[in-house]
């Protein structure tokens, strides 16, 4: 299927990612995990919900880690223009036939939660609370240095479907890899921010939550945290890496959480202002395409995905296989 046209002049205006939520099993696992090992900024916590932010941001927070009895990922965060931008959002969903609800959400202004057509939970919001910058507090800096959070990544059992909606929406394509036999796309990335993505999909059992990555200063920062990781006890959560990507030419490692949510730490992407940009293609068997130095990526890489809470899961429409490692 063909790539629909970029919607340029969307029904309303995403800024950009905003931030995640996790379900996790221990909070004080995962504490050391994203605060002592990562390098994440706590900026407020409670009994049993902890608000992380990275370097460079204002807003309050980019995750939210809550405790519960099993793993699960929560709503994927958007920030959009303004309160009308807010309410025509709102008014889009409503059209489509897909929930609204406003909820109170701490540190947030008026929020609604709502869901994409394959059960992807969304959070939409224009106001957050903003603090104080620390960008060059480099006392605090540690870990692996994350400046930023930067996209997710879902599988989606029907790319083509996804990009249709997320492009009706106003997020445009930078690169995408189509399966040659049916035509079909078999990933995609697509942003607002004017990176290579703010949300890319994969082909899979879905919805799941493939991963969420963070912006961090140079590839040296990746190599600082492997060498952390493997002397403090966290050898085994490196699922992938270091290398560097054919799509978006990042430099790239993927690594797993306590309760196996998928995190990539990520620098050296291009830019995409430009709203006449036009996507790259990628084969599904050019070995570079996951790799640039043709190294397939594990089988656990596109197999294993964090449950959405309430989402029901179902098999892919496309069948099609890339190349994995043996």
């Known amino acids: 299927m063909p790539l629909p046209k970029p919607n340029l002049y969307p029904p309303f205006n995403i800024v950009r990612l905003s931030h995640v939520e996790f379900c996790v ?3 004080a696992r995962s504490r050391a995990f994203y605060v002592d090992t990562l390098g994440l900024q706590v900026t407020d916590e409670t009994a049993d919900t902890i608000y992380l932010r990275a370097m460079e941001e204002r807003g309050h927070h980019c995750m939210v880690l809550k405790q519960a009895t099993e793993p699960r990922a929560g709503e994927l965060g958007f920030k959009v ?3 009308e931008d807010l309410e025509k959002a709102a008014h889009f969903f409503k059209g489509k036939g897909l929930p609204v609800e406003w909820v109170e959400r701490p540190f947030q202004g008026r929020t609604f939660r709502t869901r994409d057509p394959h059960g992807v939970p969304l959070e939409f919001y224009s106001n957050m609370d903003r603090l104080p910058p620390i960008h060059q507090k480099y006392a605090l800096y540690k870990g692996v240095k994350p400046l930023r959070i930067d996209h997710f990544n879902c599988f989606s ?3 083509d479907e996804s990009v249709a909606f997320y492009n009706e929406i106003g997020f445009r394509v930078t690169e995408y890899t189509a399966d040659e036999e049916t035509g079909r796309l078999w990933a995609a990335w697509t942003h607002r921010k004017g990176g290579v993505h703010d949300i890319a999909f994969t082909n899979g059992r879905g919805p799941r939550l493939h991963h969420t990555a963070f912006w961090v200063p140079t590839p ?3 190599i600082d ?3 952390l990781m493997a002397t403090t ?3 085994k959560n490196i699922e992938r890496g270091p290398g ?5 030419n990042a430099f790239f490692l993927y690594i797993l959480d306590p309760d196996d949510h998928r995190i990539e730490i990520y620098c050296s992407d291009y830019q995409t202002v430009d709203p006449d940009l ?7 068997k050019d070995p570079q395409r996951q790799t640039l130095w043709g190294s397939p990526a594990p089988r656990s890489w596109f197999e294993h995905g964090s449950t959405f809470d309430g989402a029901t899961i179902r098999e892919p429409d496309l069948k099609a296989q890339p190349i994995i490692a043996p």
Request: glycine fraction near 6%; charged fraction near 25%.
């Open 278 to 284: 036009e996507p790259i293609k990628w084969d599904l």
């Open 225 to 227: 945290l492997l060498d």
């Open 233 to 235: 006890g966290w050898v």
């Open 81 to 83: 223009f303004d309160e």
């Open 25 to 27: 099993t221990d909070l």
């Open 244 to 248: 560097r990507h054919g799509i978006s």
């Open 220 to 222: 040296l920062n990746i």
């Open 157 to 159: 059992p029907n790319v």
